[in-house]
């Protein structure tokens, strides 16, 4: 059922979009920044963000980062690989009647399903209607060729995917992307989760490229730091 964000959600949501100018949206810019220095010698065109567990702000995450690329001048698509719990068309104020699982199950274009958004530079391809077998949609050949075709049509292609502890879905995708990012909430996720998820992750071969520590206080204020893939 398609859900409309109020304007208060979308402020918290999109920070980087509602005040570009707020130490929040300041500390977004930081972790683009970082993300693109990771690999100085290769370029980055698709990324995946996810968490250990929900509700560590994974979704929030990568909208906001998104919409810093779309800022920069880049061509992006957010695509919302969560086909069991999507919740992007739910911060973008879009409907959810057709989006990547209509693209791999009904043989729908990708220029069909995929939506505008108020950002330039920044489109979305929603989730589309729930499929009974998730894991399998997304390590179709079918997903593999389509986003080789999205890589092809956009500069930087972001995957909102599951939680890695939750389901198979996150390390399937994290296969066929550049690079992993994975959201921890501060005072939030256990240490030993963390650990666990990267252990799913590198067992995939996964390109981790760091943690988004979020919720972190500072000053009394909340911000977001990025750390480097190290041990």
């Known amino acids: 059922m398609f859900k409309k964000a109020s304007k208060e959600n979308m402020k918290r949501f999109l920070i980087t979009l509602t005040n570009p100018k707020s130490p929040f949206a300041e500390q977004y810019r930081t972790v683009r920044t970082n993300i693109q220095f ?10 995946l963000v996810t968490s250990s567990e929900p509700s560590e702000g994974k979704t929030t995450t990568i909208a906001n980062l998104a919409v810093t690329y779309a800022q920069q001048g880049k061509k992006v698509l957010l695509v919302d690989a969560d086909l069991r ?20 199950v009904q043989g729908k274009s990708l220029s069909d399903v995929t939506q505008s958004s108020k950002v330039d530079n920044l489109s979305i391809l929603t989730s589309g209607p729930i499929p009974p077998n998730p894991s399998e949609l997304l390590s179709s050949v079918k997903m593999k060729n389509l986003v080789a075709q999205m890589t092809e049509e956009y500069d930087v292609v972001l995957f909102d ?37 990267k252990e799913l992750l590198t067992l995939v071969n996964a390109k981790i490229l760091g943690t988004i520590l979020n919720r972190a206080e500072q000053n009394k204020d909340n911000y977001y730091y990025y750390y480097g893939n190290e041990e």
């Open 38 to 47: 990771s690999a100085i010698d290769t370029t980055l065109k698709t990324l």
């Open 85 to 104: 719990k999507p919740q992007i068309h739910v911060v973008f104020k879009l409907e959810n009647f057709k989006g990547l699982s209509s693209v791999i």
């Open 161 to 197: 995917a599951p939680p890695v502890l939750a389901v198979t879905d996150a390390q399937i995708v994290s296969q066929i992307c550049d690079g992993t990012i994975l959201v921890v909430r501060s005072g939030y996720t256990a240490k030993e989760k963390v650990k666990k998820s």
